[in-house]
């Protein structure tokens, strides 16, 4: 049976209506669908978000619904009035987004004998407003700076289609801008929106009255007195980026905030102005700074996984931390570390019986280190780091002794631009081992004791709009790498006589986030590449210092270190090309609660993964680069999305039997999959 909406409330006004369709009838009716027709310049997600009437849900999610709310969720029943306020949203929703010209209509299909409904909403959008022209008023004797900002980071400009919301964004992005340059008391005039019926398009005119401009007046550092803990009030006021009587300005007060909570001292931190104590003749408003310490010792156990070495790492250990170290919020860290990679592959019964732990299927790392923290050199944007670690790297068919020393700068440049600066020295003894686990008698080239002096610069830009799941956004990283300088030039280091490595080492990563309106589908994308050259000498650049391929974060139709054309993979090559693209699709994003697991949290993710590494810049050839595909899930947490993830081998450039493509190979004997497990996204 089909009606349309206004059949329907005529029916509903009418009084002697027939039970069947009574609204207490219709009221009984479960909605099985709720489907858009005619929209194809709004996408249906986008509609259905608007509307109050939704679809019931699975029939597992109502069975355990009658058992809890927590288990799942009630069957959702047609509801006549609701219907009509969700055709005045939709069409209010599209003179939003400037449909002037829409229309919005529905057709029910009910079902009385097993109680069901299906809706559907026909839409006849009609032709787009577009902003022809858009003028802004009362700029007049403003600072440049304020002028630039206003003029070169607009979000809509003439020629752009028309929507409420880009224009809101667009009001609440000036009135920032004038905000964050002292002007806290700017008045927006009535805005005028003038749409002309001759061409369906729109003016829009804007007039400020920017009124006085406003300065940081005094600082005041409140500590919360529930702890006994105190920082420096200098420090506090050190890492601000505002002094009294520079312009006032929301971002920089935000900015500050960043700062403190960056120190990893405070549990807390507020800035607030207190416009309320300011005199009624001064243009100054004096700031306080509310903070409570965190405990500045603490003694910490640790049980946790990790993804480095792009696989799945058990780690335990024990750390120490000191927040304030001699003051200043100096931090010291002290921790030591034990780690079992791909503890899945591990033969214990062949450890414990023969070979030991040189057995080739234990992969480990144990570890010793400290580091201090100065957070503030020269400026606030600026972070000197020193640690000192030594490590026992258990690889396949090798374990490496690893003695580092590092000393770290690093600066805020730009709003989402850091730089760094480190030095190392880095004594490394590798040894290798047979099969069998016994030490050979020589070692292999590049498995030679070395002791090398590195320096590397770090550039990276950071526009990611969340740090474990971005929806959109780009990280870009570049870094240069060089050892053996300063032995070459000054004879030695700290007298050792053990040989360096004189190489150059370039690296460069860039991953690009793209998402839809509401999120739902997510595409994601990485290149990756690097190499190393010898500019002096015959030292091999060491084990340590290569690149490596395969795993979790790598192609993943590989194991971690398997994947190369070079004589051993495990022991990393000097050239890396990687590529990498993901599509992550919420698909259970409207499917309510089962249980006690909220699937929204769950998304589907398909993958395709290309890469290798070489021996040499010159030996990269395109038939050599692996490739890989398949599928994965995620489960969002709160420290990040766990994973796992199916990688086929698509094709195999090294297989021996000579069927490279998985289209030459009998599906279920010759192709070769692996499951990986790893903590946040590959990338």
């Given at each position: ?41 709004l996408?249906?997600?986008a ?13 597992l999610?109502?069975?355990l ?12 029943f ?8 969700d ?11 400037g449909?002037f ?26 032709p ?36 409420v ?29 003038r ?18 401009r ?33 312009f ?22 507020r ?19 509310f ?7 603490e003694?910490?156990p640790e ?28 931090s ?29 299927s ?43 020393a590092r ?24 040894q ?9 008698l ?18 990276q ?6 740090l ?24 030695g ?40 050259k010898?500019y ?7 084990i340590?210092?290569?690149f ?6 790598s ?11 070079v ?31 909220d ?48 990688g086929?081998?698509?094709y ?28 946040g996204?590959?990338?």
């Amino acid at each position: 049976m089909t009606l349309s909406a206004r059949v329907l409330c005529a029916l509903l006004t009418l009084a002697g209506a027939s039970v069947a369709l009574s609204q207490t009838s219709l009221r009984e009716l479960e909605v099985t669908s709720v489907a858009f027709e005619g929209n194809r310049e709004l996408s249906s997600d986008a509609l259905a978000a608007v509307l109050q009437t939704k679809e019931s849900p699975g029939f597992l999610s109502k069975l355990l619904g009658k058992i809890s709310a927590s288990l799942g969720e009630k069957p959702r029943f047609f509801d006549p009035e609701a219907l009509r306020s969700d055709v005045l949203r939709l069409r209010q929703y599209y003179r939003d987004q400037g449909f002037f010209l829409s229309s919005v209509d529905t057709t029910l299909q009910m079902d009385f004998a097993n109680r069901s409904i299906d809706i559907i909403f026909r839409i006849v959008e009609g032709p787009r407003s577009v902003i022809d022209t858009l003028v802004v008023k009362g700029l007049e004797n403003l600072p440049s700076i304020l002028l630039e900002d206003i003029e070169n980071n607009r979000l809509i400009r003439a020629g752009d289609p028309y929507s409420v919301d880009a224009v809101e964004q667009e009001l609440r992005r000036i009135i920032n801008s004038f905000a964050n340059h002292g002007y806290v008391r700017v008045q927006l005039e009535e805005p005028i929106a003038r749409r002309y019926a001759s061409t369906n398009n729109i003016t829009l005119i804007w007039t400020f009255r920017p009124n006085e401009r406003y300065s940081f007046g005094n600082v005041t550092v409140v500590h919360d007195t529930t702890v006994s803990q105190r920082v420096d009030e200098a420090v506090v006021i050190r890492h601000l980026e505002f002094l009294p009587g520079d312009f006032y300005s929301e971002e920089r007060k935000a900015d500050s905030e960043r700062n403190l909570n960056r120190l990893g001292v405070f549990e807390a931190t507020r800035i607030e102005p207190l416009v309320d104590q300011r005199p009624e003749d001064s243009l100054r408003i004096p700031m306080r700074v509310f903070v409570r310490p965190r405990p500045f010792h603490e003694l910490t156990p640790e049980i946790g996984v990790n993804d480095e070495n792009s696989a799945f790492n058990v780690t335990t250990g024990i750390g120490y931390s000191n927040r304030n170290f001699f003051g200043g919020a100096r931090s010291l860290t002290i921790r030591t570390r034990v780690g079992l990679q791909s503890i899945q592959d591990v033969n214990f019964t062949r450890i414990l019986n023969h070979t030991g732990l040189r057995d080739s299927s234990l992969i480990s790392r144990i570890e010793l280190s400290s580091q201090i923290v100065q957070p503030y050199l020269f400026s606030n944007k600026v972070r000197l780091t020193t640690s000192l670690s030594a490590m026992l790297e258990k690889q396949k068919n090798y374990f490496a002794p690893i003695y580092q020393a590092r000393v770290g700068v690093d600066a805020q440049l730009a709003r989402f631009t850091r730089g760094a600066v480190e030095f190392h020295l880095e004594r490394v003894d590798p040894q290798s081992f047979t099969k069998e686990g016994e030490e050979e008698l020589s070692r292999r080239e590049g498995l030679t004791p070395q002791f090398n002096s590195i320096i590397t610069l770090t550039l990276q830009r950071d526009r990611r709009n969340d740090l474990f799941s971005p929806t959109e956004g780009f990280f870009h990283s570049g870094s240069i790498e060089e050892s053996g300088f300063l032995p070459s030039t000054f004879g030695g280091v700290l007298g050792s006589r053990l040989p360096y490595s004189n190489y150059i080492k370039i690296s460069a990563v860039g991953q690009w986030y793209w998402g839809t309106r509401e999120n739902t589908v997510i595409w994601a994308g990485r290149l990756r590449g690097g190499f190393s050259k010898l500019y002096r000498g015959d030292v091999e650049v060491p084990i340590t210092r290569k690149f490596f391929a395969g795993g979790s974060e790598s192609v993943r139709g590989w194991r971690s270190r398997e994947l190369g054309a070079v004589p051993s993979p495990n022991e990393g090559g000097k050239a890396l090309f990687e590529a990498n693209v993901e599509l992550r699709w919420h698909l259970f994003s409207k499917a309510g609660r089962f249980l006690f697991i909220d699937p929204s949290n769950i998304s589907v993710v398909g993958f395709v993964d290309a890469g290798n590494i070489w021996t040499d810049l010159r030996r990269i050839r395109a038939s050599e680069i692996a490739m890989a595909a398949g599928l994965g899930l995620r489960w969002d947490t709160i420290a990040g999305p766990i994973r796992i993830d199916f990688g086929l081998r698509i094709y195999d450039p090294f297989d021996m039997s000579g069927r490279k493509w998985i289209t030459q190979r009998r599906f279920f004997h010759d192709t070769y999959g692996l499951v990986h497990f790893g903590i946040g996204h590959a990338f």
